[in-house]
Each structure stands twice: as C-alpha cells, then as structure tokens.
C-alpha cells in the first residue's frame, strides 16, 4: 500500500502510516520535505491527541431512560465473572422463551447476596444492574433491546452504535454491555434479536413491536419492576 | 512499542488505545464535529472490544483500525439520518471538506448519494472521492483486488451521473 493520494500527496491513512513510522518508502519522506501542504497536514495531525480513556469516563445516563454502563465499567464491575454463573438449581435458560432458531437470552442481576438468574415474571427494582448473556445455535448479527411499561425501547446491547453486533454460535456467552434500571415502574421486558445480516436500531424497534422478519429470532424475558 | 507486524495477534485493547487513540480520534474528526468525536472515539474502542477476534492479522493495526474506524462512523451517520431526531441535531458532516479538489461525482456522492449506497460501496467512496486513495490500495486496504475496486467504483459513478441527470 502507498501512502499517496491519487495527485501525489499523502493520504489521510499514509499521514497515518507516517505517523505511526509504518511507512518504509523514502519516496514519503522525500515528498514531505518538498510539500509545504503536506507537512502542514502531519503537524496539525500531530497536535491531536487521544481523548481521556474510558475508565475514566462516566456512563451516558442524563438523556436516556435506562442508565447504560459500558463496558469498561462493567469489567471493572466484575460483571463479566457473574453473568455465567447461574442460580443453584436453576438450568442455563430456564425461564426463558426460546424460538425454533435457537436464540436463548438469560437476565442476570448484580444483587446483593451475589448474581441470580432472572425468571420471566419475577421482580426486579429501580437502580439494580442486569447484565446479560445470549446462546445462539448460528452465527448472525445481534441486538437486546429493553421495553418498560410505557413502551419505550431502548438499546442495551451493543451499546452506543445502533447498529447489532456479531453473534457467536455456542454456549451461553456474557454480553459486555449492562444496564441499570431507571425509576418505571411496570413490566420490564428484555429481548435478543438475531438476524443473518446486520441491522439496525429502528429495524430492531419494529420487529420488536410488530413481526420479527423470516431471517430473524427473538427471544425475551419479561420482568416486573416493582418498588423497593 | 512498535506496532505488530502483518501475521501478529491484536494487542491488548488498552495498549491499541494509547498507540492509536490519536489516530481514531482524527478520522472520526473527518466524520464529526469535536463536541461529538470524543463520545465517537469510545464507541470505535468498544466496537474493538467486540470485534478484536476479526483481527486476522493480515494487516496492520493501523491499517485495520482505520478501516474500522470509518466503517463505524459511516454505519452511525446512516443510521443517525434514518433516526430523525438524531439527525436533526447534526450539521454538515466535516468530511463534505475532502483533501482532493473535488470533480461533480464527488460532489453529488458527497451531498446526494453516500446515504443511499450499502455501507460497503459507500466505504470505497468515502476513500476514493474523499481520502483520493488510488483503487489498489483501497483494494489492498478492504483486502480485495483493486479490479473488484474498480468495477464498484463504476457502479457508483453511474448512481451519481443518474442522479444529477434526474
């Protein structure tokens, strides 16, 4: 690969290259010391600097019903470890819809006595975390979508692109994405789509309210969120 | 440390980070403004996250991360002009400034098209008409021949005259 544009300067990705002094090429060089234009790009590129990492960054919760944690958080929740680990006595998946696809969607919360499987109809509360897991008998693309009692939908995995994320054949496998629960009270209904190709976040939303497309599965759990 | 060499596994996300945050949060700044890049930059790093193990090490990182990097931030302003809300918040994209001078298909697939094109002929777009990438190393960059490049490119530029001509 050159570093150059078509007309002969350095493409943003040869700048980066450059940069990076991934670029063997003398001829790169060369052009940067006869090229005021370029050499003024790699010193305004080089003024730019990573923004502050994640761990140091805080959720995106003031503009959304459901307060998101990402991932960085959730790992240094320690979430990861839990979200496998299912209640004594209860089966991976019990309480669980699953459909003729083999979509298998398990809810798990962070409580206080350590992690518990979700059953559909059981209780959860304003400000407890869930994390999620998903087993899937094919390979796809997937998205959780949350639904409260008003209706609304909101993403939960993958969180901040809109866009569904692969999915793994296998064994149950923990999300890196959770949630915490915001203060509506109602049902609290929880589902994994999966589909062949990739979708998007209005797609999700209407097979969510409407019907999930031939090439798609969905499986839920539905909770109630009550009081404390 | 250096950057590993075509054949390596993905480094630690951490370290990618601090070797490349920079870079990532360049190329997004061709897509967004800088009250939004930021917020961009994590979600790239998050879809690293995810989509480590795609890492085939045929590449670069830096060559992967940067086609990473604009796949996700043309798959997020797709799906921010479908969702109205989001997309009224938004003003020109920063990249309708592109390095080359730009000729009318570039104008039309920058204003017009690049919306309407699936997410991977508008990649090759976005490094043709706004990078000026030659096609063999947008071929060698999307690990395809630069004659599959070409005829896709061909395939875009009559979109564009059809739509100029409408």
């Known amino acids: 690969m050159t570093p150059f544009t078509r007309d002969g300067h350095l493409s943003d990705l040869g700048l980066e290259l450059v940069m990076a002094g991934e670029v063997e090429e003398p001829a790169a060089d060369e052009h940067l010391s006869q090229c005021g234009p370029c050499r003024a790009r790699l010193e305004e590129a080089r003024q730019v600097t990573a923004p502050a990492p994640p761990a140091a960054r805080r959720p995106t919760a003031a503009n959304r019903p459901w307060a998101w944690l990402g991932a960085a958080g959730l790992l240094a929740a320690g979430l990861l470890a839990w979200v496998l680990v299912p209640t004594a006595g209860q089966a991976p998946g019990d309480g669980l819809r699953i459909k003729g696809g083999g979509l298998t969607l398990q809810v798990v919360r962070d409580g206080p006595e350590g992690p518990e499987v979700l059953r559909s109809g059981g209780e959860v509360h304003p400000g407890e975390r869930l994390g999620f897991a998903v087993a899937s008998r094919q390979a796809g693309e997937l998205m959780v979508l949350a639904v409260d009692e008003q209706g609304t939908i909101d993403l939960c995995y993958p969180q901040g692109s809109y866009v569904s994320a692969p999915a793994h054949p296998g064994e149950l496998r923990p999300l890196p994405d959770a949630v915490a629960l915001d203060g509506v009270l109602g049902e609290a209904r929880f589902v994994a789509v999966r589909c062949s190709e990739s979708f998007d976040l209005e797609e999700a939303r209407a097979m969510v309210t409407g019907t999930v497309p031939a090439t798609c599965v969905a499986s839920s759990v539905s909770l109630r969120k009550v009081a404390k | ?82 969702r109205q809300e989001l997309f009224d918040t938004y003003g020109a994209p920063a990249w309708s400034h592109p390095i ?67």
């Not at chain 2, 790239?44 to 995810?50: A, D, H, M, S, T």
């Not at chain 2, 094109?117 to 395809?144: K, N, R, S």
């Open chain 2, 100 to 166: 080359a001078e730009p000729d009318a298909e570039a104008r039309t697939f920058l204003q017009q098209l690049w919306h309407q094109l699936d997410p991977e002929l508008a990649e090759i777009g976005i490094y043709y008409f706004v990078d000026g990438m030659t096609q063999a190393d947008i071929g060698a960059l999307l690990g395809v021949t630069g004659r599959t490049i070409s005829n896709r490119l061909a395939a875009l530029s009559a979109a564009a005259r059809a739509l100029e001509s409408a």
């Open chain 2, 1 to 82: 440390m250096s950057t590993p060499a075509p054949g390596t596994a993905l480094p630690p996300v951490d370290e990618i980070y601090r070797r490349h945050g920079a870079m990532v949060r360049r190329r997004v700044r061709r897509f967004y403004g800088a009250d939004e890049a930021d917020d961009v930059v994590h979600e790239v790093f998050e879809q690293v996250l995810r989509a480590g193990s795609g890492f085939r090490g045929e590449s670069r990182v830096t060559t992967w991360l940067y086609q990473l990097t604009t796949r996700h931030c043309l798959i997020r302003r797709r799906n921010a002009r479908r």
